[in-house]
């Protein structure tokens, strides 16, 4: 009985030594695997990064819409026009008594270092009679699909 049990030892301490290193299509096989996972995982966290900045964005021009009915309840209703810009959410014109800023401590750009776009009277928000403040997006083109906007699409 002694004799069986070395004898098993010396078999599994033999197979332990020359067993020492994995082969090439065991690391071959490691790798392929990894990437199928990579290859499945990657676009998903991809896409949620760029959702994020989307939402991010959506939720600066909340922000800034918030800030111009603040102005516009100092200003009598009006809001600053394309050409006074929304610069005068954070600094005063010289000439505006009614100015009770900043509405804003600065500026926001959007998710991409942009600064938003403001125009008023508006073109799309005609009915609402609110400004229309965008985001160029992430192909920083004007008028494409990826802007991210104040108004409906449909308008």
Request: net charge neutral; glycine share 6%; hydrophobic share 35%.
């Amino acid at each position: 009985m002694r004799r069986h049990t070395v004898r098993t030892l010396k078999t599994f301490g033999h197979a332990a030594t020359t067993r020492a290193a994995f082969t090439l299509m065991e690391v071959l096989l490691v790798l392929a695997i990894l990437g199928v996972i990579a290859a499945m995982v990657v676009p998903q966290f991809i896409g949620r990064q760029e959702q994020a900045s989307i939402d991010a964005t959506a939720v600066s021009i909340k922000g800034i819409e918030q800030a111009l009915k603040l102005y516009q309840l100092d200003h009598g209703g009006t809001y600053p026009s394309s050409s006074e810009g929304l610069q005068v959410l954070v600094t005063s014109p010289s000439n505006d008594p009614k100015w009770k800023g900043p509405y804003l401590e600065e500026l926001p750009k959007d998710a991409w270092g942009k600064p938003f776009q403001y125009q008023y009277p508006p073109q799309h928000n005609t009915t609402a009679k609110k400004p229309d403040i965008w985001s160029s997006g992430i192909d920083l083109s004007n008028n494409t699909a990826d802007d991210i906007t104040n108004w409906s699409k449909s308008q």
